[in-house]
């Protein structure tokens, strides 16, 4: 992050929680299925799990989304290329914040008079 790159944590709702508490500037994006039906379908589908297993991650992911009020954006993935451009457009979105910017772009800001003589 100090170095101007993007990083993307796949993280729980109370993950996300404690890295905005650590950084205040850091946006939570909530991706969501189109439905608990196509949740519990895309599981099957992958063949990775039994049904027992299949049924917990239903389950947890129904606590999961008691949550979704809290992130900053929400991205249904309904159809895959949608919610991918979703997520780029967040990505370059978040990149123009002003504290962005200014961090990237310090030398020019400074000689543009954008910071103050304590930036």
């Known amino acids: 992050m100090q170095s101007g790159k993007d990083v993307i944590l796949e993280i729980d709702w109370q993950g996300a929680r404690q890295i905005q508490q650590l950084i205040p500037s850091a946006i939570w994006i909530f991706i969501l299925p189109p439905s608990i039906q196509a949740l519990e379908d895309r599981l099957r589908k992958r063949a990775q799990d ?29 159809r895959f290329e949608q919610a991918l451009q979703d997520l780029s457009q967040l990505v370059l979105a978040s990149r123009l914040r002003s504290q962005s910017q200014l961090a990237r772009h310090h030398q020019l800001a400074k000689e543009l008079g954008a910071l103050s003589s304590g930036n």
């Open 50 to 78: 039994d049904e027992a297993t299949i049924q917990k991650r239903v389950m947890a992911a129904k606590d999961e989304l008691t949550h979704v009020a809290e992130a900053n954006y929400l991205v249904i993935n309904d």
